[in-house]
């Protein structure tokens, strides 16, 4: 938790070992990527050392707009001598209207490495707790064994379900410049990202969002679009609350860092 003032926000989902609240390792408080990045990698540090202490064999940093969706598959733990294990992210495309929940409203997916996505498409990781291992943002080193990358489970992301949680996302952040960490080495190669920055500084500026408006438009597809891009398997939908409605309980494992 960054701001340990919001615990009572929190409390009432953490009613049981199911989740717990742990004060945030703040290490820098700005708001851009880059911040967002260095606060990620020092609390999953910490998790990596509380797993540890606590006996946890498997550790996967997942952000509040993220699913794993196993379909009751957890095989992918019991693979001999393997200590890191990526599954592939899908990427939800938004809706064209506002959005009470992601997870629920967005069932169709951009397939990962079919087309381009807003955000990120090199998957997540879960590392095997061991000493010595070492955190990333979506991955981790110094860990026992070998690495393995999975089709199944997958990664369900929901980055920008609607304009109007785009406008809100994007306007969070600070200014930022085009590297990570600020360096010009790791340039920023989503172009999503910077396009963003770019049109909703110049629409909060000018007041005239219809260029914002038109380039998130273009992302949310029209019905002539989707249909074809799910033909020819651009495109799949992916329901996991459909299991949760139905009583079955498995499926989709919701995880809120």
């Known amino acids: 938790m960054d ?24 290490a820098r ?17 910490k998790a990596v050392s509380y797993a540890l202490d606590k006996g946890i064999s498997w550790l996967i940093p997942l952000d509040d707009d993220e699913i794993l969706y196993d ?11 393997v200590g890191h294990v990526t599954f592939m992210n899908h990427e939800a495309v938004p809706m064209g209207h506002k959005v009470t929940n992601r997870f629920t409203d967005c069932t169709l997916f951009r397939l990962n490495g079919r087309t381009d996505f807003m955000a990120y498409g090199n998957g997540k990781s879960a590392v095997r707790v061991s000493p010595g291992v070492k955190a990333g943002v979506h991955s981790f080193g110094g860990y026992e064994g070998e690495h393995h990358t999975v089709d199944h489970p997958v990664i369900l992301h929901y ?9 809100a996302k994007f306007g969070n952040f600070d200014a930022f410049s085009d590297f ?8 920023i190669v989503i172009q999503f990202m910077l396009r963003s920055r ?12 219809d260029e914002a408006r038109d380039y998130f438009a ?5 019905a002539a679009t989707r249909e074809g891009l799910l033909k020819t398997e651009v495109l799949r939908h992916y329901d996991p609350m459909a299991e949760l409605r139905d009583g079955q309980g498995v499926g989709a494992r919701p995880i809120v860092s």
């Not at 340990?4 to 703040?26: H, M, N």
């Not at 379909?71 to 001598?81: A, L």
């Not at 990570?180 to 340039?187: L, V």
Request: one cysteine or more; proline letters at 10%; a negative charge.
């Open 29 to 45: 408080t700005d708001l851009t990527p880059s911040g967002l990045f260095n606060r990620e990698v020092a609390n999953y540090q």
């Open 71 to 81: 379909e009751g598959d957890h095989s992918w733990k019991t693979m001999d001598n």
């Open 180 to 187: 990570w960490w600020d360096n010009p080495d790791c340039p």
């Open 3 to 26: 701001d340990p003032s919001q615990r009572p926000l929190f409390e009432p989902f953490a009613q049981d070992d199911r989740v717990l609240l742990i004060p945030g390792v703040t």
């Open 218 to 222: 273009s992302w949310s597809l029209d």
């Open 159 to 167: 980055p920008n379900p609607s304009f109007d949680s785009w406008v």
């Open 198 to 209: 770019d049109l909703l500084h110049a629409a909060g500026e000018t007041g005239d969002w």
